[in-house]
């Protein structure tokens, strides 16, 4: 079973940046699409930014021109660049295996002055 480790995560002011990691157990990128996915409180979760296996990306609107997802697929790792966040992007922040029911166990950002 695939293990999905987030982290990066913190307490930042509006206006800043913070990159998020996504380790995986097994070298998994190269087969499938991954994504990024959100859940504020009282709220659904979300995509928010998505990979697919041939390293085409994606994103919400909402996130757009602020956000990059990449990875590493020597490292197995993933990453969410975020740039000019905004205090509506905290959330709790989910990496997954598109299509299946892989998913990390989360990483709190909170942006707050």
């Known amino acids: 079973q695939v293990q999905l480790v987030e982290s990066g995560g913190g307490l930042v002011q509006p206006g800043g940046s913070l990159r998020l990691s996504c380790v995986a157990s097994?070298?998994?990128?190269?087969?499938?699409?991954m994504g990024w996915y959100r859940q504020a409180p009282g709220k659904e979760r979300d995509l928010v930014a998505s990979?697919?296996?041939?390293?085409?990306?994606n994103y919400a609107d909402s996130v757009k021109d602020r956000f990059t997802i990449s990875r590493d697929i020597t490292k197995n790792t993933m990453y969410l660049q975020m740039n000019s966040l905004k205090p509506e992007d905290t959330a709790v922040y989910y990496c997954?295996?598109?299509?299946?029911?892989?998913w990390g166990q989360g990483t709190q950002v909170t942006v707050s002055s």
């Open positions: 997954k295996v598109l299509y299946t029911t892989y």
């Open positions: 097994e070298s998994i990128f190269s087969d499938n699409s």
């Open positions: 990979i697919t296996s041939g390293g085409f990306t």
